[in-house]
């Protein structure tokens, strides 16, 4: 039987769920693997967590050297999370010789290249399933199941709380405060929210599955992100009527030398396959040269699902037939020369324009629309009783971003106006 001693360092939700599972299922994963997980020491700078799980406090330590220079350890286990000390930490581990899991998305989205190359430098493994899609392998698909095809692109719903937020908009007629607040309540979103509410979370992870599918570290600020707090419960009950869902998607497209990355709401229509994708739910939908459409769907975040990631990860080292094999693509040349602006980006879109009740008004919006190109394939105005403005709702043909923002800077200063257009895209049309 082969043997992996491990360290973990953080026992927060994700490193209690590994200490857990660890305990519970030892023999199991042992008799599946082949591989003798032991759990030789945890830390954590909050001396009751050890306690709390259970552990002896000969395995437990408030210092992380203790983890990280343990000659017997074979594999440090990261899950403090965010830059520092998470990053020094992780080096340092390479550098004495430990093979590293990490759940660090937000790390891995700026530094993923130069830890991996620290990584084969010390001949040694970096590990990062439970970044992206919690208990989702898609990393390891990628990796292995995949590894014959060419993905060129992908949508996901990888942020569970933004997903939660826009599935409960439409399904409860929430407003985006109520079923914030709600979310809140349910311990789903965090006190402060930002990084979910406005795709900075989905940006870290797309940014890693980026790296994998292109061999390209696409720079955070190149990825064209927009949040979802101005979606409002009268734009998701307008794509309802319409046959439409709002999603919060994560995209990623190569053509030829391009790729677009990019996180937004987006609308799909209702038989997409990921538009029954709801709740905290995550699911990814990509496309292989040979497999053709694939898509993978499970929980994105909490602890057992992502337990369940970094264990994997964790048995893939100690099993030693995966050894060098994920740090290839480090070497790997780029598939992709140039990132899109947003500028550059074709979409067709969801405008909404609170306008006043008047005739020609219509006539005045669409005209400014076609001189920039515009086509409209769908207008309807909503009627609102005694309001001053009412909502005028178009859908347009494929437009050139550019040429959109253009337009929309031109019709947002009009009179007959009220407040900026809310635009979506849209996709799978
Ligand atoms: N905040 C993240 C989400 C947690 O809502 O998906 C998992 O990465």
Redesign the pocket.
């Known amino acids: 039987m082969k043997k992996i001693n491990v360290g973990v360092i953080g026992l927060g939700t994700i490193g209690s769920g590994v200490v857990k599972a660890l305990r519970d299922k030892r023999a199991l994963i042992a008799q599946r693997s082949g591989v003798d997980v032991h759990l030789v020491m945890v830390s954590d700078v909050r001396r009751a967590q050890g306690a709390k799980l259970g552990l002896p406090a000969t395995m437990f330590t408030a210092n992380p050297q203790e983890i990280i220079r343990n000659e017997k350890i074979d594999c440090v286990v990261e899950l403090i999370g965010g830059h520092h000390p998470a990053k020094e930490l992780i080096l340092q581990a390479l550098r004495n010789g430990k093979h590293v899991v990490t759940a660090n ?1 937000a790390l891995l989205a700026g530094d993923i290249a130069e830890i991996l190359s620290v990584a084969v430098k010390s001949g040694r493994q970096l590990k990062f399933e439970a970044s992206v899609g ?1 208990g989702i392998p898609i990393i390891k698909a990628l990796q292995e199941g995949l590894v014959a095809n060419r993905v060129d692109s992908l949508f996901g719903i990888i ?3 933004s997903n939660y937020l826009l599935s409960k908009m439409s399904q409860a007629s929430l407003s985006f405060a109520e079923a914030l607040s709600l979310a809140k309540k349910k311990g ?1 979103a965090e006190r402060r929210p930002r ?2 509410v406005e795709g900075i ?1 989905a940006a870290h992870k797309l940014v890693i599955l980026c790296y994998l599918l292109f061999s390209k570290l696409v720079p955070l600020e190149a990825v064209i992100r927009e949040g979802i707090a101005d979606i409002s419960e009268m734009d998701v009950r307008y794509a309802e009527e319409m046959g439409l869902v709002i999603k919060p998607l994560a995209i990623a497209k190569k053509d030829h030398d391009h790729l677009e990355v990019r996180v937004h709401a987006t609308m799909l229509p209702k038989a997409h396959p990921l538009a029954v994708v709801n709740g ?1 739910f ?1 699911a990814i939908l990509l496309k292989g040269d040979m497999v053709g459409d694939m898509l993978f769907y499970g929980r ?2 909490g602890q057992s699902p992502t337990a369940s990631a970094v264990i994997s990860d964790i048995v893939d080292l100690g099993r030693g037939d995966s050894l060098e094999e994920g740090n290839r693509h480090v070497k790997a040349e780029a598939r992709v020369k140039k990132i899109r602006r947003a500028d550059e980006i074709q979409s067709r879109y969801y405008l909404r324009f609170m306008a006043i009740d008047k005739p020609g008004i219509l006539a005045r919006i669409s005209g400014i629309l076609g001189k920039n190109h515009i086509g409209i394939a769908q207008v309807s105005q909503k009627e609102r009783k005694r309001a001053k403005f009412v909502p005028v709702v178009m859908i347009t043909h494929h437009v050139l971003e550019k040429n959109l923002k253009r337009a929309l800077e031109h019709i947002d200063r009009l009179a007959i106006v009220k407040g900026k257009t809310i635009k979506i895209r849209m996709e799978g049309f």
Do not use: E, L, M, S
């Open positions: 998305k919690g942020n569970g709380t789903y990084f979910d979370d905290v995550n994105g975040a």
